[in-house]
């Protein structure tokens, strides 16, 4: 190479895992996330890991279901995703097959997601164009967790 600066290079997705598979043209390709409804660019992803089941308890079903009507996320333009029983997903499946506005993550690290950097939770950031927001697992969320989340989704949503 007698470049070494590539003007193609993007920071963004520098940071995210990058997998190349050749396949014969009869494969069967499939994504984990092809059962997956797009939302379009307008909605929200909801990725969340529950702590001891394969399920959320009635208690953390509860507890997201009240962060989800706090924001007024609308249903239709909301995927939730259950770690648990979605093999391998990764952020840039969730970007080129859903395209959401908005990614939000329980008990689930970046790095769980093929994203390589450092940031606190409950601080919202953005990645091509998505803003994502990493907090525990809804199961610890307690009081003080709760107003940081809320704060984080405050800043995220831009609510008052």
């Not at 939302?39 to 529950?50: E, L, M, Q, S």
Request: with cysteine; charged share 20%; net charge neutral.
């Amino acid at each position: 190479m007698s470049n070494m600066r590539d003007p193609k290079f993007h920071f963004e997705q520098a940071c995210m895992d990058e997998t190349l598979f050749v396949f014969n043209d009869s494969a069967n390709v499939r994504s984990s996330l092809n059962n997956i409804n797009s939302a379009n660019g307008k909605g929200t992803v909801v990725v969340y890991r529950p702590l001891e089941n394969d399920e959320l308890d009635e208690s953390g079903s509860t507890t997201l279901q009240n962060i989800i009507a706090a924001v007024k996320i609308d249903e239709s333009a909301l995927i939730r995703i259950n770690s648990k029983k979605t093999d391998n997903i990764h952020v840039q499946h969730i970007i080129n097959s859903i395209k959401p506005s908005f990614l939000i993550c329980f008990g689930i690290s970046p790095g769980d997601l093929g994203i390589h950097i450092e940031t606190p939770r409950y601080t919202p950031f953005a990645i091509q164009g998505i803003s994502m927001l990493f907090c525990d697992a809804v199961e610890k969320l307690d009081k003080p967790l709760k107003n940081r989340l809320w704060a984080g989704l405050q800043k995220m949503y831009v609510l008052k």
